[in-house]
Protein backbone atom coordinates (compact mmCIF):
# COMPACT_ATOMS: atom_id res chain seq x y z
CA UNK A 1 0.00 0.00 0.00
CA UNK A 2 2.49 2.55 0.96
CA UNK A 3 4.24 1.76 -2.52
CA UNK A 4 1.35 2.47 -4.42
CA UNK A 5 1.32 5.77 -2.43
CA UNK A 6 4.62 6.83 -3.07
CA UNK A 7 4.41 5.97 -6.50
CA UNK A 8 0.83 7.71 -6.74
CA UNK A 9 2.15 11.04 -5.23
CA UNK A 10 4.89 11.25 -7.47
CA UNK A 11 3.08 10.82 -10.49
CA UNK A 12 1.07 13.57 -8.95
CA UNK A 13 3.77 15.71 -8.26
CA UNK A 14 5.24 15.30 -11.93
CA UNK A 15 1.69 16.34 -13.38
CA UNK A 16 1.16 19.67 -10.94
CA UNK A 17 4.85 20.76 -11.39
CA UNK A 18 5.15 20.31 -15.41
CA UNK A 19 1.73 21.15 -15.64
CA UNK A 20 2.29 24.62 -17.50
CA UNK A 21 4.69 22.26 -20.48
CA UNK A 22 1.54 20.08 -20.73
CA UNK A 23 -0.91 23.08 -21.29
CA UNK A 24 1.84 24.44 -24.46
CA UNK A 25 1.87 21.25 -25.71
CA UNK A 26 -1.88 20.29 -25.46
CA UNK A 27 -2.01 23.66 -27.61
CA UNK A 28 0.00 23.14 -30.00
CA UNK A 29 -1.02 19.21 -30.79
CA UNK A 30 -4.71 21.93 -30.88
CA UNK A 31 -3.19 24.01 -33.40
CA UNK A 32 -0.75 22.17 -34.85
CA UNK A 33 -1.15 23.42 -38.45
CA UNK A 34 0.99 26.77 -37.56
CA UNK A 35 1.72 27.54 -41.52
CA UNK A 36 -1.93 28.42 -41.78
CA UNK A 37 -1.80 31.43 -40.44
CA UNK A 38 0.72 32.92 -42.40
CA UNK A 39 -1.55 31.68 -45.59
CA UNK A 40 -4.20 32.68 -43.84
CA UNK A 41 -6.79 29.81 -44.80
CA UNK A 42 -8.33 26.87 -42.64
CA UNK A 43 -7.59 23.50 -42.22
CA UNK A 44 -10.02 21.25 -43.96
CA UNK A 45 -8.63 17.72 -43.67
CA UNK A 46 -11.01 14.85 -42.30
CA UNK A 47 -9.36 15.24 -38.70
CA UNK A 48 -11.37 18.52 -38.59
CA UNK A 49 -14.37 15.80 -38.00
CA UNK A 50 -12.54 15.39 -34.80
CA UNK A 51 -13.15 17.52 -31.53
CA UNK A 52 -10.68 18.50 -29.64
CA UNK A 53 -11.20 18.20 -25.84
CA UNK A 54 -10.80 22.04 -25.34
CA UNK A 55 -12.81 25.07 -26.64
CA UNK A 56 -10.49 25.89 -29.80
CA UNK A 57 -12.35 27.55 -32.60
CA UNK A 58 -12.90 25.92 -36.00
CA UNK A 59 -12.19 28.98 -37.77
CA UNK A 60 -8.43 28.95 -36.33
CA UNK A 61 -6.55 28.55 -39.23
CA UNK A 62 -4.03 26.23 -37.54
CA UNK A 63 -6.65 23.82 -35.51
CA UNK A 64 -6.37 20.77 -36.25
CA UNK A 65 -10.16 19.60 -35.04
CA UNK A 66 -13.41 20.75 -34.35
CA UNK A 67 -14.76 23.09 -31.24
CA UNK A 68 -16.82 20.36 -29.28
CA UNK A 69 -19.15 23.33 -28.09
CA UNK A 70 -19.36 24.76 -32.09
CA UNK A 71 -19.75 20.97 -33.36
CA UNK A 72 -22.75 20.46 -30.54
CA UNK A 73 -24.26 24.11 -31.85
CA UNK A 74 -23.90 23.26 -35.58
CA UNK A 75 -25.54 20.31 -35.22
CA UNK A 76 -28.66 21.65 -32.58
CA UNK A 77 -29.01 24.22 -35.27
CA UNK A 78 -28.82 22.07 -38.28
CA UNK A 79 -32.37 21.82 -40.68
CA UNK A 80 -32.63 18.33 -39.93
CA UNK A 81 -31.88 18.18 -36.22
CA UNK A 82 -31.28 15.13 -34.69
CA UNK A 83 -29.87 14.22 -31.02
CA UNK A 84 -25.92 14.44 -31.37
CA UNK A 85 -25.08 10.59 -30.42
CA UNK A 86 -21.80 11.18 -31.12
CA UNK A 87 -21.00 14.54 -30.08
CA UNK A 88 -23.14 14.66 -26.76
CA UNK A 89 -21.21 11.06 -26.16
CA UNK A 90 -17.77 12.16 -26.73
CA UNK A 91 -18.58 14.90 -24.32
CA UNK A 92 -20.13 12.66 -21.66
CA UNK A 93 -17.26 9.79 -22.14
CA UNK A 94 -14.47 12.98 -21.50
CA UNK A 95 -16.21 14.45 -19.07
CA UNK A 96 -16.02 10.90 -17.33
CA UNK A 97 -12.69 10.14 -17.95
CA UNK A 98 -10.94 13.21 -17.13
CA UNK A 99 -13.79 15.47 -16.02
CA UNK A 100 -12.26 19.79 -15.93
CA UNK A 101 -8.75 17.87 -15.62
CA UNK A 102 -9.29 19.11 -19.40
CA UNK A 103 -9.86 22.80 -18.22
CA UNK A 104 -7.02 22.46 -16.39
CA UNK A 105 -3.97 20.52 -18.38
CA UNK A 106 -5.73 20.33 -22.24
CA UNK A 107 -7.44 23.86 -22.92
CA UNK A 108 -5.77 26.06 -25.14
CA UNK A 109 -7.82 29.14 -23.71
CA UNK A 110 -7.28 28.37 -20.19
CA UNK A 111 -3.76 28.50 -21.12
CA UNK A 112 -3.77 31.87 -22.51
CA UNK A 113 -5.67 33.48 -19.84
CA UNK A 114 -2.97 31.46 -17.11
CA UNK A 115 -0.23 33.18 -19.10
CA UNK A 116 -2.54 37.12 -19.13
CA UNK A 117 -2.63 36.35 -14.89
CA UNK A 118 0.99 36.30 -15.02
CA UNK A 119 1.32 39.86 -15.53
CA UNK A 120 2.75 41.94 -12.74
CA UNK A 121 -0.55 43.90 -11.36
CA UNK A 122 -2.69 43.21 -7.94
CA UNK A 123 -4.22 39.89 -8.11
CA UNK A 124 -7.99 40.32 -6.69
CA UNK A 125 -10.26 37.50 -5.26
CA UNK A 126 -13.30 35.97 -6.62
CA UNK A 127 -14.46 34.65 -3.28
CA UNK A 128 -17.04 36.98 -3.07
CA UNK A 129 -18.17 36.29 -6.36
CA UNK A 130 -18.95 32.93 -6.53
CA UNK A 131 -22.69 33.53 -7.58
CA UNK A 132 -21.48 34.38 -11.07
CA UNK A 133 -20.33 30.46 -11.30
CA UNK A 134 -23.71 29.67 -11.99
CA UNK A 135 -23.61 32.08 -15.34
CA UNK A 136 -22.06 29.57 -17.30
CA UNK A 137 -24.41 27.17 -16.76
CA UNK A 138 -27.62 29.27 -17.98
CA UNK A 139 -25.02 30.47 -21.07
CA UNK A 140 -24.66 26.22 -22.14
CA UNK A 141 -28.29 25.63 -21.50
CA UNK A 142 -29.40 29.00 -23.56
CA UNK A 143 -27.25 29.96 -26.27
CA UNK A 144 -25.18 26.55 -26.46
CA UNK A 145 -28.61 24.24 -26.28
CA UNK A 146 -31.86 25.98 -26.41
CA UNK A 147 -31.80 29.21 -28.72
CA UNK A 148 -30.23 27.38 -31.78
CA UNK A 149 -32.99 24.93 -31.59
CA UNK A 150 -35.69 27.56 -31.17
CA UNK A 151 -34.52 30.26 -33.06
CA UNK A 152 -34.18 29.40 -36.32
CA UNK A 153 -34.67 30.70 -40.17
CA UNK A 154 -37.35 29.64 -42.78
CA UNK A 155 -34.93 27.31 -43.82
CA UNK A 156 -35.39 25.95 -40.31
CA UNK A 157 -31.77 26.78 -39.06
CA UNK A 158 -30.57 28.30 -36.23
CA UNK A 159 -27.20 30.55 -35.64
CA UNK A 160 -24.51 28.98 -33.16
CA UNK A 161 -25.38 31.99 -31.02
CA UNK A 162 -22.23 31.22 -28.27
CA UNK A 163 -19.80 31.13 -30.94
CA UNK A 164 -21.93 33.84 -33.37
CA UNK A 165 -22.10 36.34 -30.10
CA UNK A 166 -20.24 35.19 -27.07
CA UNK A 167 -17.04 33.25 -27.47
CA UNK A 168 -13.61 35.49 -27.39
CA UNK A 169 -11.53 32.07 -29.19
CA UNK A 170 -13.02 32.93 -32.24
CA UNK A 171 -12.10 36.44 -32.28
CA UNK A 172 -8.52 35.48 -30.94
CA UNK A 173 -7.74 32.63 -33.03
CA UNK A 174 -10.28 33.31 -36.24
CA UNK A 175 -11.27 36.77 -37.10
CA UNK A 176 -8.21 38.77 -35.90
CA UNK A 177 -5.14 35.81 -37.52
CA UNK A 178 -7.68 35.22 -40.55
CA UNK A 179 -8.28 39.24 -41.04
CA UNK A 180 -5.04 39.92 -41.21
CA UNK A 181 -3.96 37.89 -43.96
CA UNK A 182 -7.27 38.38 -45.87
CA UNK A 183 -8.39 41.76 -47.51
CA UNK A 184 -12.01 40.32 -48.02
CA UNK A 185 -12.32 39.23 -44.33
CA UNK A 186 -11.05 42.73 -43.68
CA UNK A 187 -13.84 44.64 -45.53
CA UNK A 188 -16.17 42.42 -44.28
CA UNK A 189 -15.77 43.61 -40.43
CA UNK A 190 -18.69 44.91 -39.07
CA UNK A 191 -20.53 45.56 -35.50
CA UNK A 192 -21.00 41.92 -34.69
CA UNK A 193 -16.86 41.92 -34.87
CA UNK A 194 -16.68 44.72 -32.63
CA UNK A 195 -19.06 43.30 -29.88
CA UNK A 196 -16.88 40.58 -29.95
CA UNK A 197 -13.05 41.87 -29.91
CA UNK A 198 -14.97 43.72 -27.11
CA UNK A 199 -15.90 40.64 -25.23
CA UNK A 200 -12.59 39.71 -25.84
CA UNK A 201 -10.75 43.08 -24.77
CA UNK A 202 -12.92 42.30 -21.81
CA UNK A 203 -11.28 38.63 -21.15
CA UNK A 204 -8.02 39.77 -21.61
CA UNK A 205 -8.35 42.78 -18.94
CA UNK A 206 -10.26 40.77 -16.79
CA UNK A 207 -7.41 37.59 -16.93
CA UNK A 208 -4.69 40.34 -15.45
CA UNK A 209 -6.33 40.88 -12.53
CA UNK A 210 -8.46 37.51 -11.85
CA UNK A 211 -7.54 34.02 -12.32
CA UNK A 212 -9.31 32.46 -15.08
CA UNK A 213 -12.60 34.72 -15.17
CA UNK A 214 -13.82 33.07 -19.04
CA UNK A 215 -13.51 29.68 -17.32
CA UNK A 216 -14.98 30.59 -13.87
CA UNK A 217 -18.16 32.49 -15.37
CA UNK A 218 -19.08 32.33 -18.87
CA UNK A 219 -17.38 28.82 -20.33
CA UNK A 220 -20.20 26.10 -21.47
CA UNK A 221 -17.75 23.38 -21.77
CA UNK A 222 -16.25 23.85 -18.49
CA UNK A 223 -19.69 23.91 -17.48
CA UNK A 224 -20.76 20.98 -19.23
CA UNK A 225 -17.47 19.37 -17.62
CA UNK A 226 -18.06 20.32 -14.24
CA UNK A 227 -21.47 18.50 -14.26
CA UNK A 228 -19.21 15.32 -14.59
CA UNK A 229 -16.30 16.20 -12.09
CA UNK A 230 -18.02 14.20 -9.06
CA UNK A 231 -18.42 11.13 -10.85
CA UNK A 232 -15.17 11.80 -13.35
CA UNK A 233 -12.58 8.62 -13.29
CA UNK A 234 -9.72 11.19 -12.51
CA UNK A 235 -10.77 12.43 -8.94
CA UNK A 236 -8.93 14.31 -6.12
CA UNK A 237 -7.90 12.13 -2.98
CA UNK A 238 -7.13 13.51 0.65
CA UNK A 239 -5.43 11.78 3.06
CA UNK A 240 -7.14 12.25 6.20
CA UNK A 241 -4.73 10.88 8.19
CA UNK A 242 -2.21 13.09 6.82
CA UNK A 243 -4.02 16.10 6.97
CA UNK A 244 -3.29 19.17 9.54
CA UNK A 245 -6.20 21.36 8.63
CA UNK A 246 -3.55 23.99 8.14
CA UNK A 247 -6.15 25.54 5.18
CA UNK A 248 -2.61 25.79 3.03
CA UNK A 249 -4.90 24.06 0.57
CA UNK A 250 -7.84 26.89 0.45
CA UNK A 251 -5.74 29.59 0.37
CA UNK A 252 -3.90 28.26 -2.38
CA UNK A 253 -6.31 27.17 -4.90
CA UNK A 254 -7.46 30.04 -6.99
CA UNK A 255 -10.73 28.40 -8.03
CA UNK A 256 -11.93 28.94 -4.60
CA UNK A 257 -12.81 25.54 -4.16
CA UNK A 258 -11.56 24.08 -0.32
CA UNK A 259 -10.50 20.36 -1.46
CA UNK A 260 -10.51 19.21 2.11
CA UNK A 261 -14.24 19.66 2.29
CA UNK A 262 -15.06 18.80 -1.43
CA UNK A 263 -12.03 17.23 -3.48
CA UNK A 264 -14.42 16.76 -6.35
CA UNK A 265 -16.07 19.85 -6.43
CA UNK A 266 -17.44 20.95 -9.74
CA UNK A 267 -15.10 24.12 -10.00
CA UNK A 268 -12.01 21.73 -9.15
CA UNK A 269 -9.97 21.91 -12.44
CA UNK A 270 -7.68 19.78 -11.18
CA UNK A 271 -4.45 22.21 -11.66
CA UNK A 272 -2.46 20.66 -8.53
CA UNK A 273 -1.84 24.05 -7.00
CA UNK A 274 -3.18 22.21 -3.78
CA UNK A 275 -0.97 19.72 -3.78
CA UNK A 276 2.38 22.09 -4.00
CA UNK A 277 0.78 24.28 -1.35
CA UNK A 278 0.37 20.64 1.26
CA UNK A 279 3.31 20.42 4.19
CA UNK A 280 2.24 16.93 4.87
CA UNK A 281 1.75 15.62 0.83
CA UNK A 282 -1.72 14.80 1.94
CA UNK A 283 -2.99 15.76 -1.42
CA UNK A 284 -3.14 13.98 -4.52
CA UNK A 285 -4.45 12.15 -8.12
CA UNK A 286 -6.45 9.29 -7.80
CA UNK A 287 -7.71 7.96 -11.04
CA UNK A 288 -10.40 5.51 -10.74
CA UNK A 289 -13.52 4.75 -8.45
CA UNK A 290 -12.96 4.76 -4.52
CA UNK A 291 -9.62 4.62 -2.84
CA UNK A 292 -7.49 2.43 -4.94
CA UNK A 293 -4.78 1.87 -2.23
CA UNK A 294 -7.11 1.03 0.32
CA UNK A 295 -8.75 -2.06 -1.75
CA UNK A 296 -5.44 -3.63 -2.83
CA UNK A 297 -5.09 -3.50 1.23
CA UNK A 298 -8.03 -5.87 1.72
CA UNK A 299 -7.87 -7.73 -1.52
CA UNK A 300 -4.03 -8.11 0.18
CA UNK A 301 -5.61 -9.02 3.36
CA UNK A 302 -8.04 -11.58 1.88
CA UNK A 303 -4.98 -13.66 0.03
CA UNK A 304 -3.27 -14.42 3.80
CA UNK A 305 -6.45 -15.43 5.22
CA UNK A 306 -7.02 -17.73 2.36
CA UNK A 307 -3.17 -18.58 3.52
Not at 139 to 166: A, Q, R, S, W
Not at 202 to 208: M, P, R, W, Y
Not at 219 to 246: E, H, I, T
Given at each position: ?25 ATILTNIHLPNFFKGEIYRGDAKTVCVPG ?11 ACPIGALQAVIGSSKFKFSYYITGFLILL ?196 DLSKAKEISTEKKELKK
Amino acid sequence: MLELDKKKHKISQFLAHFRGWIQAVATILTNIHLPNFFKGEIYRGDAKTVCVPGLNCYSCPAASGACPIGALQAVIGSSKFKFSYYITGFLILLGVLLGRFICGFLCPFGWFQELLHKIPSPKLSTQKLKPLRYLKYGILLVMVILLPMVVVNELGMGDPFFCKYLCPQGVLEGAIPLSITNEGIRTALGTLFSWKAFVLLAVILGSVFFYRPFCKWLCPLGAFYALLNRVSLFQMKVDKDKCVSCGACAKACKMDVDVTRQPNHAECIRCGMCMKSCPTHAICYQYGFGDLSKAKEISTEKKELKK
